[in-house]
């Protein structure tokens, strides 16, 4: 089986609102990280801003995507941000499920699975976040829930797309805290992650597909959250708003994924 590539993922949520900001972020970044291939690297722009990004990223290594979509391509949905906008701008990927939509937001899983098949039907890469929303070790709990998630987001997807749907494990309670989920937790519930799309998909497409986490991930922690077989990047949020803590992170991933590990399970 090939080799997975490695994943960082930043997302702005509604930092860096200005053009000025933007520019500026992504431009460091550029010089940073834009030519480095050995990860995939993808910027989840504030909405206002994307186009300021994309311009600038084009040409790099880095991937442009945003952090929602409406789940049609066009009509009568005053406020929405329309797929083929993205597509216009370069991007190729779509954050789905974040807990913000979910909460705040009040999406469903079938809205959710919904944005799932048109992010796919335009060829775009999902990157599905799900979690628990209590702090628990009790991974039958985790585990019900996650099912629960994936099998609802997955609905009519064919395993071919499956294996091109990023997963994030973004557990609620470690959002805005001062520490990740603990290291061994994470890897658990990334094995219990694979495990269910094993039974949904088969063990071929569930080896394909790859799981991150996001939760409070920084410099300091990403080199442990990523020595698991089952853990192929990580979701960077407020700890990567500097570039060069952001570059940080990505050096991180990219040294563990070209050393030998014995795994965690």
């Known amino acids: 089986m090939e080799k997975r590539k490695p994943i960082v993922v930043m997302s702005w949520a ?15 970044l550029v010089e940073l990280l834009g030519t480095n291939e050995l990860t995939e690297k993808i ?14 990223i084009k040409n790099s290594s880095i991937g442009l995507g945003a952090q929602n979509i409406c789940y049609e391509e066009a009509g009568m949905f005053s406020g929405e941000y329309s797929i083929d906008s993205l597509i216009d701008e370069n991007g ?3 954050e789905l499920g974040h807990w913000e939509r979910r909460t705040l937001f009040h999406e469903s899983d079938e809205l959710i699975n919904k944005k799932m098949l048109l992010t796919l039907k335009k060829g775009l890469v999902p990157i ?19 099912y629960r998630q994936l099998v609802n987001s997955f609905i009519l997807v064919n395993p071919e797309d499956a294996t091109k749907v990023i997963i994030a494990y973004t557990p609620i309670w470690t959002v805005s805290q001062t520490k990740a989920a603990n290291v061994p937790h994470i890897h658990k519930v990334c094995g219990i992650i694979r495990g269910i799309i094993t ?7 569930a080896e394909k597909v790859r799981i ?4 409070s ?30 570059a940080e992170v990505v050096k991180e991933v990219e040294e563990n994924n070209q050393k030998e590990f014995n795994f965690q399970e």
């Open 92 to 94: 190729s990927y779509v």
């Open 199 to 205: 039974k949904l998909y088969g063990h071929e497409v």
């Open 217 to 246: 991930v920084s410099p300091n922690n990403a080199k442990l959250i990523v020595q698991s077989k089952n853990v192929d990047g990580v979701f960077v949020g407020r700890f990567g708003s500097n570039p060069k803590r952001l």
């Open 128 to 146: 599905l976040c799900i979690g628990e929303r209590e702090k628990t070790e009790d991974l039958d709990y985790i585990q019900i829930e996650l």
């Open 43 to 56: 910027l989840f722009p504030s909405m206002g801003v994307i186009s300021h990004v994309s311009g600038l």
């Open 14 to 28: 509604m930092r860096q609102n200005t053009k000025k900001d933007a520019t500026e972020f992504a431009q460091e």
């Open 212 to 215: 991150i986490y996001g939760g």
